[in-house]
């Protein structure tokens, strides 16, 4: 049996994003949006319920397309309020559009999403060595870095903690435990 980490648990929908996302180097704009998106409505609740809701918020939020989601209005605010397959959070839905907007602001400055948000970890993941999972910092100086430099830039719902579970998610650093599966299977 593979050794996984062990917040990966037994339901098959957990162990299937540890095995097959969490952790590999993300260097897509739309899927570093859909990250950014999930991880800022994940906010004071556990991943688990957001992996089960992600199919909804991908028919709800349009496949994360940030050009569309920027031009969402009030109707569609209600919509999506309605819509019992997300979180229902008006402050999320509108942090969601908001980052959106800075989002394609971040693109047209730097040419990519990808350019500007790997520059926290020198361009390469960082590749960490944690025995036991009460190791795993909540926060680390690049998270914090990224925090600063995101929420100057208009976005919301990105506060230290969150930017760490972002990092974490596109493989900007390699949080697996060094006696797990994937700990050497993630290449940079």
């Known amino acids: 049996m593979k050794k ?3 917040w990966a648990g ?4 957990y162990i299937d994003y540890h095995d097959q996302e969490w952790g590999v180097p993300v260097h ?3 899927k570093l949006f859909e990250f950014l998106l999930l991880e800022g409505a994940q906010a004071g609740l556990s991943w688990i319920t957001i992996l089960k809701k992600r199919e909804n918020y991908r028919q709800a939020f349009d496949h994360f397309d940030p050009i569309k989601i920027a031009c969402y209005d009030e109707q569609k605010i209600q919509d999506l309020l309605a819509n019992e397959g997300i979180i229902r ?3 999320k839905i509108e942090a969601a559009i908001e980052n959106a907007k800075a989002f394609l602001a971040v693109q047209k400055e730097f040419g990519s999403f990808d350019r500007y948000i790997w520059q926290f970890v020198g361009g390469k993941p960082k590749k960490n060595a944690w025995k036991n999972l009460k190791d795993v910092p909540a ?4 998270s914090d870095a990224m925090s600063r430099d995101l929420k ?12 760490y579970a972002f990092m974490q998610a ?3 650093v390699n949080d697996h435990g ?10 940079p």
């Open 4 to 6: 996984r980490c062990d």
């Open 10 to 13: 037994k339901e098959q929908i």
């Open 28 to 30: 897509d704009d739309q």
């Open 89 to 91: 959070n008006r402050k």
């Open 139 to 142: 926060t680390s100086p690049e």
């Open 152 to 163: 100057k830039r208009g976005f919301k719902f990105v506060g230290s903690t969150i930017c």
């Open 170 to 172: 596109v493989g900007m």
């Open 178 to 187: 060094t006696d797990c599966f994937r700990y050497n299977e993630i290449e």
